[in-house]
């Protein structure tokens, strides 16, 4: 066993969180449905110092009502290889005013799937927190080991 240290973690400040959540449009929203946690990917964007995003019928927007809920976005810088990963924790809200409503249709919102997404959750966060770390060369962590369990649950 190797005794190097282990690649080190920056934890990033808030404005850097909030500028590299700009940076994409794809996230996964963690919720409390029927008493169990779930996850879905969203398509969402950043409305001042707030996470928006639209939905159809269904989970996502019935566990998103006055809920607490998370986001997580990450990335990989190509040229630095470096990756980041933030969390957006707070409460989640449909938005239902008819001024707050024409306000959110403005934001370019493009669900990749099809169907109707007329609602809008609005997610107020309590915390923003985020990690920038060396993405890790493969051949630096992969053993024979992580073949063979592959292999064996194929």
Not at 56 to 77: C, F, I, M, P, Y
């Amino acid at each position: 066993m190797s005794n190097e240290p282990s690649p080190e973690v920056q934890n990033l400040e808030h404005h850097e969180c909030w500028a590299l959540l700009r940076t994409v449009s794809v996230g996964r929203l963690a919720v409390l449905a029927d008493g169990r946690p779930d996850i879905f990917p969203i398509n969402y964007t950043v409305d001042g110092g707030t996470v928006v995003f639209r939905t159809g019928q269904g989970t996502k927007l019935s566990a998103s009502g006055d809920a607490d809920v998370a986001v997580e976005a990450d990335g990989v810088d190509p040229d630095s290889g470096l990756a980041w990963s933030v969390v957006v924790k707070g409460t989640a809200a449909v938005v239902t005013a008819a001024e707050d409503v024409l306000d959110t249709s403005r934001l370019y919102l493009f669900p990749w799937q099809a169907g109707r997404k007329d609602a809008f959750v609005r997610i107020t966060p309590d915390s923003v927190t985020g990690r920038r770390f060396k993405v890790t060369e493969p051949m630096t962590w992969w053993t024979q080991i992580s073949s063979s369990v592959k292999t064996a649950h194929e």
